[in-house]
């Protein structure tokens, strides 16, 4: 049954979803924010994991979260229209197309400078939020709660409907994103990784590929930017704040490049201990989410996906059969061979 469930994308995404939702109508209005939170924030880390793959690392991903709840706020705010899915929707798709317009700059860079330019690039954004009395400034903005299809559910129900929203938004999105890691593109950003040359033997441009991945990264940050935005019901420049692109690459570090599910799981891991470590060390939470940080570097250096992926790996590679050795009287010898013949 198990087995019937992970070879089936679909089918997985949607047991997830479920098991998801009928375990959040048992918990408390705070750990619904909570677990909305790392779910939303889940699909920021999913885009850093495709820029993993192409051995890129983004240090200003807090540029697309920041700008996707600023969408999210301000178009609310302006139009009267709450509805989560559109202003979702909005917001990703306002940050997948930045995205692809700084990403035909941005494509020309490797390492460092590809990771400093995000950087760059985050905090004039944060200075320039920081600056714009006419969002807010230091202040931000505040947000109405949303509808969903023009429903607007009462306080005592708010918690939850936002939750099963936000479950159904993470599973379609990866799932949709487990489907392109295995297209013609999700593949070609391995070979960008590990072999650019080749990659442009094939015939397929390094470039275009970089700039397709790393839009879709944004749209992804901008997506997880909005859903934050609705459920926090304001919002900061601090989103695009250096420390908050830290935080996600520490998530996408912790995660691995070599699963969805992973994804989601390093965020909720990382939003726990951070909740822990606020609760019961209120003056020195740095301190436990930095040994957090040098414990998972050390003893995960591939991130948590990286231990499903070598148990699959070792179930794939052990022999259905038992070793000559171990299969008693009916094992086979060298002298039954020869007798064959």
Same mark, same amino acid.
């Given at each position: ?62 540029? +697309? ?50 990771a400093m330019f995000n950087l760059a690039l985050s905090m004039i954004l944060y200075g320039a939020l920081l600056k714009a009395t006419s969002v807010g400034g230091s202040d931000g903005i505040g947000i109405a709660p949303p509808s969903y299809f023009g429903l607007s559910p009462s306080d005592e129900y708010r918690s939850i409907l936002f939750y099963a929203f936000v479950v159904v938004v993470a599973a379609v999105v990866g799932l949709a994103t487990r489907i392109y ?59 695009? +704040? ?37 609760? +019961? ?61």
């Amino acid at each position: 049954m198990i087995q019937a469930v992970t070879s089936s994308p679909p089918l997985a995404a949607l047991v997830c979803a479920a098991a998801l939702m009928a375990v959040g109508l048992m918990l408390p209005d705070w750990v619904l924010f909570t677990a909305s939170l790392a779910l939303a924030k889940g699909l920021v880390v999913l885009g850093l994991v495709l820029l993993l793959r192409m051995g890129a690392v983004s240090f200003g991903q807090g540029m +697309y979260y920041c700008l996707g709840a600023y969408i999210c706020g301000l178009v609310g705010n302006a139009t009267g229209v709450q509805d989560a899915l559109f202003l979702v929707i909005l917001s990703g798709l306002g940050c997948c197309v930045l995205g692809a317009v700084l990403g035909v700059f941005l494509s020309a860079y490797r390492g460092v400078f590809f990771a400093m330019f995000n950087l760059a690039l985050s905090m004039i954004l944060y200075g320039a939020l920081l600056k714009a009395t006419s969002v807010g400034g230091s202040d931000g903005i505040g947000i109405a709660p949303p509808s969903y299809f023009g429903l607007s559910p009462s306080d005592e129900y708010r918690s939850i409907l936002f939750y099963a929203f936000v479950v159904v938004v993470a599973a379609v999105v990866g799932l949709a994103t487990r489907i392109y890691m295995r297209s013609e593109l999700g593949l070609a950003a391995l070979a960008v990784r590990d072999n650019e040359i080749r990659l442009e033997y094939l015939g397929l441009s390094v470039r275009r590929v970089i700039v397709f991945n790393y839009a879709i990264a944004a749209g992804l940050a901008g997506l997880g930017g909005g859903l934050v935005a609705l459920v926090s019901g304001h919002i900061i420049p601090e989103f695009a +704040y250096w420390t908050t692109s830290g935080e996600f690459v520490f998530m996408t570090v912790l995660s691995g490049p070599s699963s969805i599910i992973a994804a989601f799981g390093a965020t909720a891991l990382f939003e726990t201990v951070r909740l822990v470590a606020g609760q +019961y060390l209120p003056n020195a939470w740095q301190l436990m989410l930095g040994a957090f940080l040098l414990l998972s570097i050390l003893f995960l250096p591939n991130g948590i996906g990286a231990l499903a992926a070598g148990r699959r790996r070792t179930d794939a590679e052990a022999p259905d059969d038992p070793p000559p050795s171990a299969a008693g009287d009916g094992a086979e010898t060298p002298n039954a061979k020869e007798d064959a013949r």
